[in-house]
Nanobody
């Protein structure tokens, strides 16, 4: 069992920045992939960014060049730095962990970008 706790969401104006953090209840060395997904009202949950335990990253096309995911194995945290935010980035952001096939989700944190 893994507990994931997100923090850092909030309200920001378009063009602004936010940093999301996700704290895991176990060492990240046991987790294959961690990442962030988001779900906007009326839309399906979609991948934003993921990072594997060897440091490889993958981003949705819509956030490439604006968002950066990082993984701190010493602190058992994964962060998402979001720059140049757009109203279309408004969503609930969920932390995600894949323990070699066992999937865990955080409770979500709201990000709202005003125009």
């Amino acid at each position: 069992q893994v507990h994931l706790v997100e923090s850092g969401g909030g309200l920001v104006q378009a063009g602004g920045s936010l940093r999301l953090s996700c704290a895991a209840s176990i060492t990240l060395f046991r987790i294959n992939t961690m990442g962030w997904y988001r779900q906007a009202p009326g839309k399906q949950r979609e991948l934003v960014a993921v990072v594997t335990n060897d440091g490889s990253t993958n981003y949705a096309d819509s956030v490439k060049g604006r968002f950066a995911i990082s993984r701190d194995n010493a602190e058992n945290t994964v962060s998402l730095r979001m720059n140049s935010l757009k109203p279309d980035d408004t969503a609930v952001y969920y932390c995600h962990a894949d323990l070699w096939g066992s999937i865990y989700w955080g409770q979500g944190t709201q990000v709202t970008v005003s125009s």
